[in-house]
């Protein structure tokens, strides 16, 4: 299984922030950043909590931060 980098999870954010509307940014990339590798060593069910309180922490805020694609 191949995981995301943390800049693909930052693209998709800027997609979905894109096309559904909302916030750019990222509050606490650090947060979001350690949240990546953890997901490799957990169960599914840890996985889905993990990924829940993340964005119940709301880890994004109003700032701009989208990664420029090339």
Do not use: Y
Request: charged share 25%.
């Amino acid at each position: 299984m191949r995981f995301l980098t943390l800049i693909e999870v930052l693209e998709l954010h800027c997609r979905v922030i894109e096309q559904s509307g909302g916030a750019f940014g990222i509050r606490d990339v650090g947060l979001l950043e350690s949240a990546i590798p953890r997901l490799k060593t957990l169960s599914t069910s840890e996985k889905n909590a993990i990924c829940t309180r993340v964005m119940r922490d709301r880890s994004h805020t109003n700032t701009n931060f989208c990664p420029k694609s090339e």
